[in-house]
């Protein structure tokens, strides 16, 4: 159990904590500003959410550096971001700040994805995360956090941050799930 496991292993049991914060009914207090009032649970939350996925390049980047890239770790390290994100979407889901079919695609490509890794894996392929895997992470990161705290502070100029990047979150999470399938076409057509 190196350094690295060890900081997924951190994200993965901080997703609980998350879904805790957005899900309990015992509110802690609230506070306004301007307009926009928030319960000290969302703050809580998406701290925590951005605190868990702030590690996502961190156990990589340690793990590459001291060499100790494990297949644990192979594991994991996936396994965590998409229980991060599949957990807040349903989260929202339940809060009703996100439609059900929003989660239901970003969560199905996440499936689809795995599974392709694993026929490949099956055929002794391995295929690594693309930038533009690494791209919509992050905007997938952004979409939930930008959800989770109430469009602060763009609710203050009547921006909508929140709407469009919930929609960059579902295109880019469908391009980049065609972009794998077409580049990785070969391991499905002699499997």
Known sequence: MNLANRITIARILLVPVVMFFLLVRYNIGSFTIGSLTMT??????????ILAASTDGLDGYIARKK???TNLGKFLDPLADKLLISAALISLVEMQRLEAWIAIIII???????????????EGQVI???ALGKLKTWVQIVAITAVIIRNFPFAFFGIPFDTVAIWAMVIITLYSGYDYFAKNR?????S
């Open 40 to 49: 000290y649970n969302e703050l809580i939350a998406a701290l925590v959410f």
């Open 67 to 69: 060499k100790i890239v």
């Open 128 to 130: 690594s995360a693309s």
């Open 108 to 122: 199905s490509r996440e499936f689809a994805v795995t599974g392709l890794r694993l026929v490949a894996a099956a």
């Open 186 to 190: 070969n391991v499905i057509q002699y």
